[in-house]
């Protein structure tokens, strides 16, 4: 059997560096006028909200889900499942600002 979880992190990095070169390329594209760019300030204001509120309440459950897991399976369990959540919200914070940034250049 071939073993290919290594393969894992030089992979992951490619897909970062990815997304990277496209969230940069998003960037450059044309904002549109004055208009649309004050609707897409207001988009954005109100998602980083939202995400604010989700992310709170999410703390407290991974808070609680993660001493758990600590008390019942062990230490390394517990610092997986706060990586795994962590890296998660991160990923949808990032999603979330590149989905606001494309959607005044698509428009546009």
Do not use: H
Request: glycine content about 10%.
């Amino acid at each position: 059997m071939i073993d290919l979880a290594w393969l894992a992190w030089p992979l992951g990095l490619v897909g970062l560096l990815c997304a990277v070169a496209i969230y940069g390329y998003i960037r450059k594209q044309p904002e549109g006028n004055e208009v649309m760019r004050g609707i897409a300030a207001q988009i954005e204001t109100g998602a980083m909200a939202f995400l604010r509120r989700e992310y709170s309440v999410l703390a407290i459950f991974i808070l609680i889900v993660g001493t758990l897991l600590w008390l019942a399976i062990g230490m390394w369990s517990a610092f997986a499942f706060l990586a795994g959540a962590l890296s998660s919200m991160l990923a949808g914070f990032i999603g979330m600002k590149a989905a606001t940034k494309a959607n005044v250049r698509t428009s546009e």
